[in-house]
């Protein structure tokens, strides 16, 4: 369990780290998506490592910074869609808002806590194998620090208005993936609606306690 809790923060603070320096840069809509993570990941880490704020914890902070950089800068919308699996299309178009609303908060409300921990941790990147006309590519990086060193794998879609990260791996474990059965279970005993009403009061519970 800590070793899925550990990965599961991982996989939220390097969403978090992608979002932040995407709205700080304001890259070109043409920028590589390997350029564009390792500027990213070079942007926020510095820029978190000398915020006091952050670096102490300050939820409602950490909170602003992600609310404003994190919506505009990656799908959400295709995340959440990969989340809920063949449910997705069983949605009407009001309740697959609602589930991308809430979806992206219980992210945000769960581990907005991580961004505060980033010291020393250092990253490598990957060369990308990819063709100029895909549509979807993986940046494979390595986050290097005091313990042993973590793969991260970034997942990306050209869109019109350039490269957005919608998916991430850490150690063979995709976030879609680790609330994919969990949303089946809700879905399966109450309901599309279910799964908004529990996503609803979980981010209530959670916010209740920060």
């Not at 920028?31 to 300050?58: C, H, R, Y």
């Amino acid at each position: 369990m800590k070793s899925y809790k550990k990965i599961s923060k991982w996989l939220a603070m390097s969403l978090f780290v992608a979002s932040s320096a995407l709205f700080a840069q304001t890259p070109d809509q043409s920028t590589p998506p390997d350029a564009l993570i390792k500027m990213v990941v070079t942007d926020v880490m510095t820029s978190v490592k000398s915020d006091p704020e952050i670096q102490k914890g300050n939820i409602p902070r950490i909170v602003d910074l992600v609310e404003k950089k994190i919506v505009p800068y990656t799908d959400m919308r295709r995340t959440t869609e990969m989340a809920m699996g063949p449910n997705w299309k069983k949605a009407t178009p009001e309740q697959q808002a609602q589930l991308t609303s809430e979806f992206k908060n219980l992210l945000i409300r769960t581990y907005s806590g991580a961004l505060s921990q980033l010291r020393d941790q250092t990253v490598q990147f990957k060369a990308l194998r990819s063709t100029p006309d895909e549509q979807e590519v993986v940046v494979k990086t390595v986050v290097l620090g005091r313990g042993d060193p973590v793969p991260l794998d970034y997942r990306l879609e050209k869109t019109d208005k350039g490269w957005k990260v919608y998916d991430m791996n850490i150690m063979g474990v995709w976030l879609v993936e680790a609330y994919r059965n969990q949303f089946a279970n809700q879905i399966s005993q109450n309901g599309t609606e279910g799964l908004v009403k529990f996503l609803q009061d979980r981010n209530k519970q959670l916010a209740s306690t920060k």
